[in-house]
């Protein structure tokens, strides 16, 4: 919240930058301009992982959220999840005409929603700590079965 409250008032700052001329505020803007620059390059990164592998969303956006960001674990996937539909989309325009398989995605896709839900209930009451060592087991575990 205190990274969100900042970045509003940094791109306030940035919008009205011709108003100002305090070298104070010009450097606060050009934070704000790496800091958004820093975000689309995540997004961008992610975006052509998910294009390429038809993955990378929450493999890509929740480590870089975290790390990069410094958001905390719960708001890290929850912003992920939330920028993760756009590219999903898109990239599922191009899938469209001779790779989709739309029997096992329709029911996937169910299953899908439910697991949603149960997992974002669950996801309030589990520890950050506990969710780092979770997701990356899961990393590491398919990664061991891709290559295997």
């Known amino acids: 919240m205190k990274l969100r409250n900042q970045y509003k008032i940094k791109f306030i700052i940035l919008n009205n930058l011709e108003q100002y001329t305090n070298t104070t505020i010009k450097q606060e803007s050009l934070i704000v301009v790496f800091f958004m620059w820093k975000i689309f390059l995540i997004g961008l990164s992610a975006g052509f992982i998910n294009g390429l592998f038809a993955t990378g969303g929450g ?50 896709a169910i299953g899908g929603i439910i697991g949603g839900i149960l997992g ?11 969710l780092r060592l979770f997701f990356a087991f899961f990393l590491i575990y398919v990664a061991v079965k891709m290559i295997i």
């Open 59 to 108: 493999m890509i956006l929740v480590p870089a959220f975290i790390y990069f960001l410094k958001l905390n674990e719960k708001e890290a996937r929850g912003t992920s999840l939330f920028a993760i539909l756009p590219m999903v989309i898109t990239s599922s325009v191009f899938y469209y005409n001779n790779y989709i398989n739309w029997n096992i995605g329709i029911l996937c």
């Open 120 to 130: 974002v209930k669950i996801l309030k009451k589990i520890p950050d700590k506990i």
